[in-house]
């Protein structure tokens, strides 16, 4: 494993590199406040699958300084910093993947980047839809969206580093709800955000055309991405190919669930191999098989 940053290319963010020779690459978006660290047994399943993996520390994220200020649209160039940085390195087939806010960023950058191999959201919303504001605590603004970003932009404005732990705005009831077997390491994990930052996440729009094939999984009990959430901005996509993938178990959390881990990247790589990216397999995947283990 080895660490590049991306200085170079406009961003304040870094990759975390597991080479394969001569396989094609996953990049990877961590969820809330999170880094790469925490998303270890996804990555190493996506490795032993076949791909070379690209894992994002953010801005403000991980291994960066967490004192440095950022909005959603640093977080989507960091990814296409990241993509950049690959191609100059040589690596042409790309895929991208991500989890939860990861998610959102990975159908932005598919919206966003005409060259990649394929997009797998792990869970994911469309933010500028009031669907959205069902996922956090302010759900009774659902039907009352301008006036909700009205108040949370003047707030921003005035106090935009005000600190928000992860709790001022989504229940962990919600989203540890389902959970099973999950290996979470909470090293390096941010514990708030700027409050300019969620503003900046909530004020958002995303593209609804995606440039590659798209296949977007979700547990069928997750709690806080609801099955009912995840169909409806999945209607409201379009891509070359679109799948909705239902994973039937472990909750919002489903993507920290080895077992779940290895079925994610199992069915990423048979995807990508018939769009024609290069995997180098390993012996345990090569066998497949379905291995829930919830």
């Given at each position: 494993m080895t660490y590049h940053s991306l200085r170079s290319l406009g961003s304040k963010a870094s990759l975390e590199f597991w080479p394969k020779r001569n396989?094609?690459?996953?990049?990877?978006?961590?969820?809330?406040?999170?880094?790469?660290?925490?998303?270890?047994?996804?990555?190493?399943?996506?490795?032993?699958?076949?791909?070379?993996?690209?894992?994002l520390h953010l801005t403000g994220h991980g291994r960066n300084s967490h004192w440095t200020g950022f909005t959603f649209a640093d977080l989507l160039r960091d990814g296409l910093a990241a993509e950049r940085w690959l191609r100059q390195e040589g690596f042409n087939a790309i895929a991208v993947s991500g989890h939860s806010q990861g998610g959102i960023l990975t159908m932005a950058h598919a919206a966003a980047s005409q060259g990649l191999t394929?997009?797998?959201?792990?869970?994911?919303t469309l933010p500028q839809n009031n669907d959205a504001v069902d996922l956090t605590r302010f759900r009774r603004w659902k039907n009352r969206r301008h006036e909700f970003l009205a108040h949370i932009n003047a707030a921003a404005a005035w106090l935009p580093r005000l600190p928000l732990p992860l709790l001022a705005y989504l229940s962990v009831r919600r989203i540890t709800s389902g959970a099973r077997r999950i290996v979470y390491d909470r090293k390096g994990a941010r514990l708030t955000y700027p409050l300019a930052y969620l503003a900046s996440l909530f004020s958002a729009n995303v593209s609804e055309e995606m440039h590659c094939p798209l296949y977007l999984f979700s547990a069928v009990n997750d709690a806080l991405f609801t099955p009912v959430n995840t169909e409806a901005t999945f209607e409201m996509l379009r891509a070359p190919v679109k799948k909705l993938l239902w994973l039937p178990g472990g909750g919002h959390l489903a993507a920290m669930n080895p077992p779940l881990c290895r079925f994610i990247a199992r069915h990423a790589a048979a995807v990508c191999a018939g769009q024609g990216l290069p995997l180098q397999m390993e012996a345990s995947a090569a066998r497949g098989g379905a291995d829930y283990g919830l």
């Open positions: 396989a094609g690459v996953m990049l990877f978006y961590p969820g809330t406040m999170l880094s790469p660290r925490q998303y270890r047994p996804l990555l190493a399943a996506l490795h032993e699958a076949g791909f070379a993996v690209a894992a394929a997009a797998f959201p792990i869970t994911g």
